[in-house]
């Protein structure tokens, strides 16, 4: 069975860092770009960062340029995102999500796969 | 702010036909970049519902139907089920923002 599954998800302070992780199973992995997509409380869904499925690749929303970075280990089957500065604004659900591509900055791509989301909320 | 721009809410009684647009611009849909949809079930996350426009992915009834023209795009369902209510977002690419985007959602309440 084709699976995601994030964790690492919490409370941290405005300014804090988080590290959030998502395992895949049940496809090639490492022939598929990843993104993370996050839903803010009542809101919307917004895509944040995406990587290659050689992890050679990145590109990321102007929202989060610069604190946010996305990252793989094609050997662990793993996506990671790594938050840092974060702000109050940042609260949302992030949801991993498998591309329908492999390589970097599709725009044909579609995101076929999701977990099952994981919870980051920034408050004091 | 998305620059996908769908209306808030469609509703319809059981068995009725209704129909979403997504109406973007010449950065994105009118770009002929592919338009793809989801739906989002109540505390669930999204689900691939239709991509490549129109391309339903094995298991999606055939209720559901994609199309795109111009700068827009549509989702209909038809003969719509109670189960059909949810949330619904289109998703294309956005060759300003170099960014993959959502469309504002739309959801679908059956009567």
């Known amino acids: 069975e084709v699976q995601l599954l994030e964790s690492g998800g919490g409370l941290v302070q405005p300014g804090g860092s988080l590290r959030l992780s998502c395992a895949a199973s049940g496809f090639t992995f490492s022939s598929f770009a990843m993104s993370w997509v996050r839903q803010a409380p009542g809101k919307g869904l917004e895509w944040v960062l995406s990587?290659?499925?050689?992890?050679?690749?990145?590109f990321n929303a102007d929202s989060v340029k610069g604190r946010f970075t996305i990252s793989r280990d094609n050997s662990k089957n793993t996506v990671s995102l790594q938050m840092n500065s974060l702000r109050a604004e940042d609260t949302a659900v992030y949801y991993c999500a498998k591309e329908t591509g492999q390589y970097w900055q599709q725009p044909d791509d579609a995101f076929d796969i999701w977990g099952q989301g994981t919870m980051v909320t920034v408050s004091s | 702010q998305s620059v996908l721009t769908q209306p808030p809410s469609v509703s319809g009684a059981p068995g009725q036909r209704v129909s979403i647009s997504c109406t973007g611009s010449?950065?994105?849909?009118?770009?002929?970049?592919?338009v793809h949809w989801y739906q989002q079930l109540p505390g669930i996350a999204p689900k691939l519902l239709i991509y490549g426009n129109i391309i339903r992915p094995s298991g999606v009834p055939d209720r559901f139907s994609g199309s795109k023209s111009g700068t827009s795009a549509s989702l209909a369902i038809t003969g719509l089920q109670a189960e059909d209510e949810a949330d619904y977002y289109c998703q294309s690419y956005d060759s300003s923002l170099s960014a993959y985007v959502f469309g504002t959602g739309t959801k679908v309440t059956v009567l």
């Open positions: 990587i290659s499925g050689s992890g050679g690749n990145t």
């Open positions: 010449s950065s994105n849909i009118g770009a002929d970049y592919a």
